[in-house]
C-alpha cells in the first residue's frame, strides 16, 4: 500500500512482512529515508511494539532486520513501513535528524512501546533544512493514522478546556461528563468521549490493585501503574496523573474497578444518572440520516 499528500514530496509505502521479498524490489526501498518496524503488543502490554530506523539503503537495512534475531536480526515486527522523498532530496543528514524526530514524537506520543535507545540530537543541519523536516516529519505523522499507524498521533487533554474542540458536524455530539463510582471502596472516576475514544480524567480515582480474573484488561492495568498514569493515593486507591484515553468505555471501566466491567453500564452522565448506553442510544436515534428530509444530498 502506497500513500502521498498533494504538494509533499515524501512517499510512503508499507506492506507486512511476509511480503518482504517483493517490497525490497521497489526502487523507493533503494533509496535513503525513514522506516518504522511495528510489531504485536507484548505480553506485557497493550501498546504495539515499533522500532524507528533511517539508512541510506532501506532495502538493505529491512534484509537485515528480517534475519533471525540471533543473527542480528529482529523477531517482533510484522509489518513494515517505508518513508522516502519522491525528488531524491533527502540526505543522510536529513533523515538522522528525522529519526531523532520521530523518537521523541513516538515518546511524547506513548502511544507504542518504542524499541529504540536514546534519540540522539542532530543540531548539525542549517535553519533551512532543520524547518523543512520539521515540516516532513508532521506530514508523517498526517499520514500514519490514514494507513492505522497511530503510534505518532497526539491525543487531546481533555482535562485543559482549552483544547477541547466541541463538534460540529451534524452527525456528532459534544459528550458530557461520565461519572463511574465504586462506592464500597470509595472510588470516583470522571471520563469524556473524544473523537471515539474513552478518556478518564486526570485526578480520578481507581482500584489499588488487580483483583479481578487474569488476563483481559489486567495488563493494560499494570501497565499504567508501571508508566506512572496510575500512582498510589491515599486509602490503598491509586489515582491518574494524566488524562488517560482507552480504547472503550468498558476498559476504561475495567482498570478503575481492578476487575472487568461493562462500561456502558457503569458510567452514568454526571447530570442525569443516564448510562453511557443510553446516552449513546439517544445520540444515535437523534441524529438525522441522509434520508431524513433537510438532510437528503
Known sequence: MTAEIMNWTGHVITGPRGKLSQLVQRPECSRTGIYFLIGPPAEDSALPSVYIGESDDVATR?????????????????????????????????????????????????????LNGTAHEYGGLPESDRADMAFFMEQIRTVLPVLSFDFLRERPK?????????????????????????????????????????????????????????????????????????????KGLRCFSTDQAFSSPSAAAAVVSGRAANGREHWKTEATGQTYADWQDSVVMTTPSATDEGYAQ
Not at 86 to 97: E, M
Not at 99 to 109: D, F, G, I, K
Request: contains cysteine.
Open 158 to 234: 481533555p482535562s485543559a478546556s482549552s483544547t477541547i474542540v466541541e463538534p460540529t458536524d451534524i452527525s456528532a455530539q459534544a459528550s458530557p461528563l461520565f461519572v463511574a463510582e465504586v462506592s464500597r471502596f470509595g472510588i470516583k472516576a470522571l471520563g469524556k468521549e473524544i473523537e471515539g475514544e474513552f478518556y478518564v480524567l486526570k485526578g480520578s480515582l481507581a482500584k489499588g490493585s488487580w483483583t479481578g480474573k487474569g488476563g483481559g484488561y489486567q495488563n493494560l492495568y499494570q501497565q499504567l501503574c508501571d508508566n506512572g498514569v496510575l500512582i498510589e493515593a491515599e
Open 62 to 114: 529491512l534484509k537485515q532486520h528480517n534475519r533471525p534475531e540471533d543473527k542480528g536480526g529482529k523477531d517482533f515486527w510484522e509489518r513494515v513501513c517505508l518513508v522516502t522523498s519522491k525528488d531524491q532530496n533527502l540526505t543522510k543528514a536529513h533523515v538522522k535528524h528525522l529519526e531523532s524526530l520521530l523518537m521523541q514524537a513516538a515518546r511524547e506520543a506513548g502511544q507504542c512501546r518504542l
